[in-house]
């Protein structure tokens, strides 16, 4: 089976690009998802505050899901569902798994990742103590709550302040849990400032900044953590100790793309990301295969995924027409100054680039009223004010296609924080 186009994810991200590339002219695409239905996270995510930059209006997230499921339905675009993706050769022969068809091949003359992120374990952040029944990753509970129906218990603490975790405090305060607090070991928030007045401020939940959990008491089902302070190295402050009764604990520790499929096909990762290296056309350093989404880096909002995507999907219709060059030696790295941990794209080709380039990167600590630049060699063509800034909120930077295009023998492009 032959398709110009293989998309592996049907979350927001893998349909958003599957329409893009459709509507760039490419008929033969098959998006892959492993769930028993499209979506994505989407589906357990009922909450309100999707789709203001892309439909206009204020939706739930299965009604954000819906929008795209409907338009990959009505384009006729192929879905397999129940699906697993179990390798991809370096002839992007796609080798995949289903009940219907056993273990069968797909061939691809291009690829779009769009897998998405998974949540950080308890074990990914070497918490201690017992293992008793009643600590849950807050995406877990998100799905127990809003699509299965089960309440995971009575007194609840959420560690770590992701965005999921402050909007399952006010899920959970909702349906009559006592959510007795939300513990953060950095001095800021990592969720959205909205999610914090609108999920914790409104219903009375105190968000203690740098504490820390240092025990998880309980056998059989959990009696209750140990909190301390920590001083700003993130150390224990000795004698801050206390037991906080309770029966639940979430994680909201952070998520981590999805990428162990890209790094066995030989996928490039980024270190800072934990996503694939991309150039300013979303293509991996493997000719023919494109990312986006949470599986290139862990976006806030889905509209950002969705607008990523539609690039990404773009650029792959191009590439089977033809119409794309390979990675190409004069790629020039985007630099990192002061204050920016990350950008994505991270490569832009000035000889090449056909459109206005958005660059997204996050900052590495909060910052108040500081200026986001961005240099061309040693000249500064874009000094941008930001009144505040926190690592929490991935930014947006829109490099004009006009403005690479005038500086196409540039040596390097660089983008810092300062303060003038």
């Not at 009575?154 to 770590?160: L, P």
């Amino acid at each position: 089976m032959d398709y110009d186009i293989v998309v592996i994810g049907g979350g927001p991200a893998g349909m958003a690009a599957a329409i893009s590339a459709k509507d760039n002219g490419i008929d033969n695409i098959l998006v892959v998802e492993r769930d028993y239905e499209l979506g994505g996270i989407l589906n357990q995510c009922i909450h309100n505050g999707f789709g203001l930059h892309v439909f206009k209006e204020e939706l739930t997230g299965p009604e954000y899901a819906e929008r795209y499921i409907d338009m990959l339905k009505d384009k006729g675009i192929d879905y397999l569902l129940n699906t697993m993706v179990l390798s991809i050769d370096d002839n992007k022969l796609v080798t995949l798994m289903n009940e219907e068809k056993g273990i069968f091949e797909v061939n691809a003359k291009s690829i779009i990742l769009s897998m998405g992120c998974r949540e950080r374990s308890r074990g990914a952040i070497n918490l201690p103590g017992g293992r008793p029944a009643g600590v849950y990753s807050a995406g877990m509970v998100q799905r127990m709550v809003n699509m299965e129906g089960y309440m995971p218990g009575d007194e609840v603490y959420i560690y770590g302040s992701g965005d999921i975790g402050l909007i399952m405090a006010r899920r959970l305060a909702l349906e009559g849990a006592k959510v007795k607090g939300v513990i953060e070991r950095k001095k800021y928030s990592n969720g959205l400032q909205r999610n914090i007045v609108q999920c914790l401020d409104d219903f009375d939940i105190p968000l203690m900044y740098q504490h820390g959990i240092t025990e998880i008491v309980g056998r059989d089902r959990l009696e209750g953590i140990i909190v301390a302070k920590l001083d700003d190295n993130k150390r224990v402050i000795p004698g801050t100790e206390e037991f906080k009764k309770c029966d639940t604990l979430l994680l909201s520790v952070g998520l981590i793309p999805e990428n162990e499929i890209s790094i066995e096909m030989g996928v490039e990762i980024d270190k800072k990301t934990g996503g694939p290296v991309v150039g300013d056309n979303l293509m991996t350093n493997i000719d023919g295969v494109f990312a986006c989404g949470n599986v290139l880096h862990v976006h806030d909002l889905v509209d950002h995924v969705s607008r990523e995507s539609e690039i990404a999907g773009k650029k792959a219709a191009e590439y089977v027409k033809g119409n794309l060059k390979e990675k190409a030696v004069e790629d020039i790295e985007i630099k990192t100054d002061f204050g920016i941990n990350y950008t994505v794209p991270k490569y832009i080709n000035p000889s090449t680039v056909s459109d206005d380039i958005t660059l997204r990167f996050r900052v590495n600590n909060v910052y108040d009223n500081i200026f986001i630049d961005i240099k061309i060699d040693d000249k500064t063509v874009i000094h941008r004010k930001k009144k505040a800034i926190t690592p929490s909120e991935m930014q947006e930077i829109v490099i004009k296609k006009d403005l690479i295009e005038e500086n196409k023998d540039m040596n390097s492009i660089t983008i810092g924080i300062t303060k003038e």
